[in-house]
Every structure is written in C-alpha cells, then in structure tokens.
C-alpha cells in the first residue's frame, strides 16, 4: 500500500493509460477521482476500482474547460478531502504535417493536450502550494520530448510543451514541496493507437522497437506509481522515458 491515506485526481481515466493510472494508485491505496470527458468510459472504470474494493469517483472534465477543471479540483477537495497527486493523463492524437493540420484541429490538440495539463496543473497547485506537498505527474511522449516523428505537428509540439511545462513547474515549486515530473511513454496499447494505426500497422511498427513489442498501460502505470511515492521524494523535473527502449537508439 504505497498510496494509502492519499487522494489523486487522474485526468483522462476512462481509457488507456491513465485508466491502468487509476486502477493501479487505488490498488495501492488511494482514493481516486477519476476524471474524463467520457462519461461512460470514467464509470466503468470506477466499477473496475470498486470491483476489488478499491474507492473511486467519476467526474466529468473537458480538461480544456477551466471552469470545469476548478470545479473538478475543488470536488475532488470538498468529497475526498485533499488533493496529494495531480495524473495529467488526458490526451489526444491525429497525424498530419503542418499544410494538412488545419487550424482547429491544432487549436484543438493545444487546449486538450498542452493547455489542458496547464489548467489541471494550476488548479491544483492552487492548493498544493497552500498544503505544502503534492505529486503532478505529466504525460509528455517520447515523441516531441526526445525526438518529432513525420505527420504529427501538432502533436509532437504539444508533447514538446508539457515536457518543458513539467521542468518549468518543478523548479517553481520544489521548494514548496511538490514535486511535477513527466513520464514519456513509447508505443503502448491502448485505444488511442488502436484508433490510429491499422493492426497490420501497430504490429509492423512493434517489430521496429529494440523489445519488439508495444507497452502495456499497466507497465506505465508502475512507473507512475514510483514517481507518486515516497521512493521518488528526491525526484522532480524528470522526464522518465518508459519505451522498451525506443529512444535509445535513436
Ligand atoms: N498510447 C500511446 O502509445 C501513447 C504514447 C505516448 C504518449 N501517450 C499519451 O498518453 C496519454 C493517454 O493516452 P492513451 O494512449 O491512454 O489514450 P486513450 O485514448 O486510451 O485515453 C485518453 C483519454 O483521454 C480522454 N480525453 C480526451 N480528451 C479529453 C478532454 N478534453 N478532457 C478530458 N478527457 C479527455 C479520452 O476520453 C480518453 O479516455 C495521452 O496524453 C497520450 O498522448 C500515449
């Protein structure tokens, strides 16, 4: 029980990655406020929290909506009682270079992606700074933090931000004692992959990795899981690269 007695508000918990977030910090102990736009998504997974005994919630945030990101903040606050550990794990994908990337669809990656980590961020920093302790853990990626892949502007530039936006929170708040570090996930299974890439695709792509095989959300859940605890009291401004390997050869 690495989390116990502590509350974490995970964005993005519906799916993927920061569903296996939610499930793995409530199996060490946590109460989880499982925050999404995607309402169906967030209540199966608090059913899959509860299913083991776990506590949980379900809230419904457009993480690019700052009033709702206060309000979600302040609930989870008021219901849970505290807030110790911020997971920015909402997130979206679509490929194109910069002539086919049109101007709403960048503007809509930046605010989910980039100014949506920000809005969370702030909101709960809010607090935290107030509280004297607390854990913000970004989701960048490997790609746009160690290196851009083609067809993806957008994206690699809003994970670009959230890895310098994590190095920038750190140094403001290490002495106010919270700790704001980034994992960059390789290729994981998840939805969001699933959703771009054919399966013929995903495979082909997996056999190009030095481990020859995709990441699990639950391998990126336990290093979330060390960077949320005490093991990781002397780390901030990290960017934990969490890739079978990927960016090591290129
Ligand atoms: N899967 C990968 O290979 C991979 C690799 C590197 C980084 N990432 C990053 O990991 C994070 C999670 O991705 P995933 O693969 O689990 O994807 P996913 O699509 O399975 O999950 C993303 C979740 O974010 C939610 N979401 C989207 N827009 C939202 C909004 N405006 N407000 C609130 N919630 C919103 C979705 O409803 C979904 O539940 C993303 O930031 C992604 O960029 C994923």
């Given at each position: 029980?690495?989390?116990?007695?502590?509350?974490?508000?995970?964005?993005?918990?519906?799916?993927?990655?920061?569903?296996?977030?939610?499930?793995?910090?409530?199996?060490?102990?946590?109460?989880?406020?499982?925050?999404?736009?995607?309402?169906?998504?967030?209540?199966?997974?608090?059913?899959?929290?509860?299913?083991?005994?776990?506590?949980?919630?379900?809230?419904?945030?457009?993480?690019?909506?700052?009033?709702?990101?206060?309000?979600?903040?302040?609930?989870?606050?008021?219901?849970?009682?505290?807030?110790?550990?911020?997971?920015?794990g909402a997130g979206i994908l679509a490929y194109g270079t910069?002539?086919?990337?049109?101007?709403?669809?960048?503007n809509r990656m930046m605010a989910v992606n980039l100014t949506?980590?920000?809005?969370?961020?702030?909101?709960?920093?809010?607090?935290?700074?107030?509280?004297g302790h607390g854990v913000i853990i970004n989701v960048a990626?490997?790609?746009?933090?160690?290196?851009?892949?083609?067809?993806?502007?957008?994206?690699?530039?809003?994970?670009?931000?959230?890895?310098?936006?994590?190095?920038?929170?750190?140094?403001?708040?290490?002495?106010?004692?919270?700790?704001?570090?980034?994992?960059?996930?390789?290729?994981?299974?998840?939805?969001?992959?699933?959703?771009?890439?054919?399966?013929?695709?995903?495979?082909?792509?997996?056999?190009?990795?030095?481990?020859?095989?995709?990441?699990?959300?639950?391998?990126?859940?336990?290093?979330?899981?060390?960077?949320?605890?005490?093991?990781?009291?002397?780390?901030?401004?990290?960017?934990?690269?969490?890739?079978?390997?990927?960016?090591?050869?290129?």
């Amino acid at each position: 029980m690495r989390l116990s007695s502590q509350v974490a508000l995970i964005t993005g918990a519906a799916s993927g990655i920061a569903r296996a977030v939610a499930i793995r910090f409530a199996q060490e102990g946590a109460t989880v406020m499982a925050a999404d736009a995607n309402e169906c998504g967030g209540s199966e997974t608090v059913d899959l929290v509860h299913a083991f005994g776990g506590k949980a919630q379900f809230a419904c945030l457009d993480v690019s909506q700052p009033e709702q990101v206060r309000q979600v903040v302040q609930r989870t606050i008021d219901e849970l009682g505290d807030l110790h550990i911020l997971f920015n794990g909402a997130g979206i994908l679509a490929y194109g270079t910069v002539l086919e990337t049109t101007e709403d669809a960048w503007n809509r990656m930046m605010a989910v992606n980039l100014t949506g980590t920000f809005l969370c961020s702030k909101a709960a920093l809010t607090h935290m700074v107030v509280k004297g302790h607390g854990v913000i853990i970004n989701v960048a990626s490997t790609t746009g933090s160690h290196d851009a892949c083609a067809h993806a502007a957008a994206y690699v530039t809003t994970k670009g931000g959230v890895t310098l936006l994590t190095r920038s929170m750190a140094i403001d708040y290490a002495k106010q004692g919270i700790r704001v570090n980034a994992i960059c996930p390789g290729p994981t299974d998840t939805p969001m992959l699933r959703n771009a890439l054919t399966l013929k695709e995903l495979e082909a792509f997996a056999r190009t990795l030095p481990m020859g095989r995709l990441g699990q959300p639950e391998e990126i859940a336990g290093a979330a899981l060390f960077l949320a605890s005490e093991d990781a009291s002397f780390v901030t401004g990290a960017v934990l690269y969490v890739d079978g390997g990927q960016t090591a050869e290129v």
